[in-house]
């Protein structure tokens, strides 16, 4: 599956072509179905379309006949110990069926313990015993589904002791043994990066390009914390320069990805979000063109 001409989408689907997407939230919802705007793709938050019903899945089921849609998912806690919600993949796989996404992400992360959920997306210890089990998980997802995921980093605020695994060593053998692609998330990837203390770059270069099938933009904000400063990842913010920066690096060695540009809280007006990603396209085009010369 080539990154340079766009991720294939599955049977039925519009595609994903290799340019700016956005995050398409229900504060937009009825601007966007009114004006029909001139952006190829769109993604979603799966969990928001679980119903038998309704406005929400009205909203999608006109959408996709026009754009690519990517259904992002942000509660299957894949990373836990607790047994894989059947009910939840049900309504998954159901709602994939129906509208025949290009794209199905969720995340390298956990958010349960025991059946309690937290509302956030919190970090894998890096382990080998960790890798083993996410394979395992991703692999039954995938064959419920009947299709690929991507994977994505998250942003983290704190690290496990005892990792045998950098991230991005993480994210290749989780790729490589489960058969799912990675979705890269430039934002918090610095975000991490400044956090930790490690060379984002050097982060960016550790992935081979073949399993990169589309790329992550954000916002993020700087909060005061009693050891220093801490960046935290929050979605309600334009990218930041640095970011666009690593962004620059990233288009730079894995080529033409399908880019999306992530923003759910604080949200502003929808031409500002179809900026961004015209700003992204700009940044890609450029990128591109000095590759080529």
């Not at 996709?64 to 047994?83: F, I």
């Not at 759910?264 to 063109?289: F, K, M, T, Y």
Request: charged residues 25%; hydrophobic residues 45%.
């Amino acid at each position: 599956m080539g990154p340079a001409a766009g991720t294939r989408p599955a049977a039925g689907a519009r595609p994903v072509p290799a340019r700016a997407g956005i995050g398409l939230r229900a504060p937009h919802h009825d601007e966007f179905l009114r004006r029909r705007p001139d952006i190829p793709w769109v993604e979603v938050h799966s969990e928001n379309f679980f119903a038998d019903g309704g406005r929400q899945l009205e909203v999608i089921d006109a959408v996709r006949r026009d754009h690519g849609l990517s259904l992002h998912g942000v509660g299957l806690s894949l990373g836990s110990t607790d047994p894989l919600s059947r009910e939840h993949l049900r309504c998954l796989r159901r709602l994939v069926q129906r509208v025949e996404p290009a794209l199905v992400s969720e995340h390298l992360a956990w958010g349960s313990v025991g059946g309690t959920f937290v509302n956030d997306l919190l970090p894998m210890p890096l382990t080998r015993a960790a890798l083993r089990h996410m394979v395992a998980r991703i692999g039954a997802v995938q064959d419920f589904l009947g299709r690929q995921i991507l994977i994505e980093n998250v942003s983290s605020y704190v690290q496990f002791p005892g990792a045998e695994l950098s991230e991005p060593e993480f994210l290749v053998e989780l790729a490589r043994r489960s058969g799912c692609g990675i979705l890269l998330d430039v934002n918090n990837v610095y975000v991490s990066a400044c956090n930790h203390g490690f060379d984002a770059g050097r982060y960016i270069a550790a992935l081979p390009p073949a399993l990169v099938q589309e790329i992550h933009l954000a916002g993020h904000r700087v909060v005061d914390d009693p050891e220093g400063v801490l960046l935290v990842d929050t979605h309600d913010a334009y990218v930041a320069a640095p970011v666009w920066e690593l962004y620059r690096l990233a288009v730079a060695r894995f080529g033409a990805v399908p880019a999306l540009i992530e923003w759910d809280s604080r949200l502003p007006g929808l031409d500002e979000l179809i900026g961004e990603a015209r700003r992204a396209d700009a940044c890609a085009a450029e990128v591109l063109r000095v590759r080529a010369a």
